[in-house]
Structure formats: C-alpha cells, structure tokens
C-alpha cells in the first residue's frame, strides 16, 4: 500500500489530503491533483473575499435582478435553505453583514437590508434573485460541499481523506478516529472519538473571545445553548456536517428534535467531557 499526503491552502484554511492504494506514486499525485482541482473550482465560485467570484457577483446584482448561477453554487444554496427552513433560521446564509461587522469578513461597500432574512431569497430554475438586498456568505457550508466534492473526484478504488480546516471526510470511514481539541487547551490536548459516519465537522470559539459563532438575528437570546464547549456533527455529507455545527453548537435541543438521516453529534465541555446525542 503506498500512502501520499500533501497540504495546499484553500477555502481560508489549509486542505489536507491523504489518498492510499496499491499503486503508483504517480497515480496518487493525479488523484490528489484532482481533488484539490475540484476545492480550488469551489473556493473561486463560493468566496465571499475574492471580488472575482460567482458569490460576490450574486451579492452585487441579485436584489436587483434575477442572475443565471453554476449548477455547484445552485446546489448548495438549495441545501441552505433546506436546512434553514428546517432549523427555523438557526442556520441562515444572509448572515454576512454581521460577520462583516465583527470584522471576521471583509467590506466590499455593498448595500443590505437590516431585515433581510433566507426567506429573501428566490431560486429558480439555476437562477436566483432577492426580495430586498441581502448579503450570502457560504462560508459555513461550501467547505464542507468542497470536501465531498474533492472525494467524488477521486477514483473508489482509492482510499482517501480530506481535511479542510476541521471540515473531514474519509473513504473508507469504519472504525476509524478523529482527534477533538479540548475546549480548555485546543493547541495542546486532544481527545479521539470513532468515527460515526463518513464526514464531520465541528464549531467551537475556543480562538476568538469574542465568539465567532454568530447568532442570527431572529435568534432568541433564551435559545442559546452554547458556552465554552465544542460540538463535533458526524454526517453522510460534509456539506450537512458543516452547516449543522452550527446548529448543534447554538440550539442543541433544534438538532435533537430534527430528523436528519445519519446524523450524530458529540458536545465536548471545558472539563473534557464528552456528550452524545
């Protein structure tokens, strides 16, 4: 079994990518190529800091006319608002102006509406156009969309890992581990957990004092579920792993009530205890 592993920066964050096979080195350097051909072609259409890409676009001309977008951009804002529909906003992808004001995304100087919501967006037909100006970041779900991209491109008879920043997915995934960061000491302790399905991804705002998990605007403060801890989603999809941290880490007890097939998370509190549900 040979074994390659290369590391390139994409999606604001380093991608690591590990494939294994009985081959050649040469067949493992196309495959991982392949991979991270696929992340970079996401990262380009779904940035919200380049001004070149298809989102920023979006951003510019949809609440003024409907725009033609890719068939990738299509689908993931299709599953954002599957998903925000099903968590009543907790998950909400026009949550840009806060992020902006945070400082954690940058000012690009475009205008926005103080109300606009999910709801202000309408997509049909590979096409999407806003209600009122609002601002997307996807940068809570086409991480994850970029890893299970980057699987997809790479043959099955091929195992493979892709690790985006905490964002991770796995062929073959069985009695595999992870390494969760304690909430108390992220750069130095760790504690495993087995894989529960293919993907996952966590949220934590152990790195910023100032949480940079950001509550949506029609989130109650009474709802908050959240305080030093971290929340690991095990998913069939990085994409649904991703997008659901954030629902895990904010209102647990929404992702408890929620049927999502193959889902599981696990909380990791200041002490290091670990919580299933």
């Known amino acids: 079994m040979t074994t390659l592993t290369r590391c390139q920066p994409h999606l604001g964050t380093y991608v690591e990518i590990t494939v294994s096979a009985e081959t050649s080195d040469k067949v493992l350097i196309g495959a991982s190529n392949a991979a991270f051909s696929v992340i970079k072609k996401i990262d380009n259409l779904m940035s919200f800091h380049s001004e070149e890409s298809e989102l920023t676009m979006i951003n510019k001309t949809a609440s003024r006319q409907a725009v033609k977008i890719s068939s990738d951009t299509t689908f993931v804002i299709e599953q954002a608002l599957s998903l925000s529909k099903k968590t009543n906003g907790i998950f909400d992808i026009t949550i840009a102006p806060q992020l902006i004001t945070n400082k954690l995304l940058p000012d690009h100087g475009l205008d926005f509406s103080e109300t606009g919501t999910w709801e202000d967006i309408m997509l049909s037909n590979g096409q999407i156009q806003f209600k009122q100006p609002v601002l997307l970041d996807l940068g809570g779900i086409a991480k994850g969309y970029a890893v299970d991209c980057a699987i997809n491109a790479v043959d099955e008879t091929i195992d493979i890992t892709v690790n985006a920043g905490g964002d991770l997915r796995m062929r073959p995934w069985r009695d595999k581990y992870i390494s969760m960061r304690h909430p108390s000491s992220p750069q130095s302790l760790f504690i495993e957990a087995v894989m529960e399905n293919c993907a ?70 200041s002490d290091g205890a670990v919580t299933w549900d």
């Open 200 to 269: 996952s991804a966590t949220s934590a705002s152990y790195y910023d004092s100032t949480d940079s998990i950001i509550i949506p605007r029609n989130f109650l403060p009474n709802q908050l579920g959240c305080n030093n801890k971290s929340v690991t989603v095990f998913a069939e999809t990085c994409l649904t792993a991703d997008a659901l941290t954030k629902v895990a880490y904010l209102n647990p007890d929404m992702l408890r009530r929620n049927t999502f097939s193959g889902v599981r998370f696990a909380s990791l509190d």
